[in-house]
């Protein structure tokens, strides 16, 4: 019998740059989340009710009918423990970073430069998504390419609104084509 694959995708970034917004959307079942309610509202999203403390878990099918497992972190440095934890394992990295925070050039090199993830892009591809561009335009592609350039790497990177399905897709499948370009989400 043939062995089912465990895809799993990891997706990272800072607060609030989308990543519960971005696996509910996707998945194809009910979404385990580990939300709490936010004690002091971010400044950057005041409407943002409730933070991820443990990790999200949602599942896509793949056209091959085999699925691709999806697990978020927090984004709070503060529950920067579960970062391995929810990692382990993974094939493919997704890092969103909000456009719209104070210094999104510096999460992403907190992220790229982070032990946890840092180690991880080392190992699988990665794809970075930059989100809420709606909000805050004053960044462009360029401006993190030229970051990622000084880092070392040169992964794909898209502009993306995590409320949408078909650009969350399309990162997804831009991973998983570096991953196995045989792979379609269904
Ligand atoms: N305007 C706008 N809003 C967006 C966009 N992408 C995501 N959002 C909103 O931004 C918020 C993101 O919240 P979450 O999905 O909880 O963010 P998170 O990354 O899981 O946050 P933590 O778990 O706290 O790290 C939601 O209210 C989304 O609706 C975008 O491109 N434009
Ligand atoms: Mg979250």
Partial sequence: MKQEQFYKLIFTGPPGAGKTT???????????????KMTNPDPNQPNKKTLTVG???????????????????????????????????????ILLIDNARKAPLEDLRFFVKSKTFGEIMQKVPLVIGITRVDINSNLKLADYHQELQALGINPPVFEIDARSKEDVSLLVQALLYSLDPSLKVD
């Fill in 55 to 93: 990790l999200d878990y949602g599942c896509i099918k793949l056209s091959n009918q085999e699925k691709i497992h999806l697990y978020g972190t927090p984004g709070q440095e503060r529950f920067d423990f579960m970062w391995d934890i929810v990692s382990e394992g993974g094939i493919g990295l």
């Fill in 22 to 36: 971005a696996i509910s959307i996707l998945s194809d079942v009910e979404v385990i989340t580990t939300e709490a």
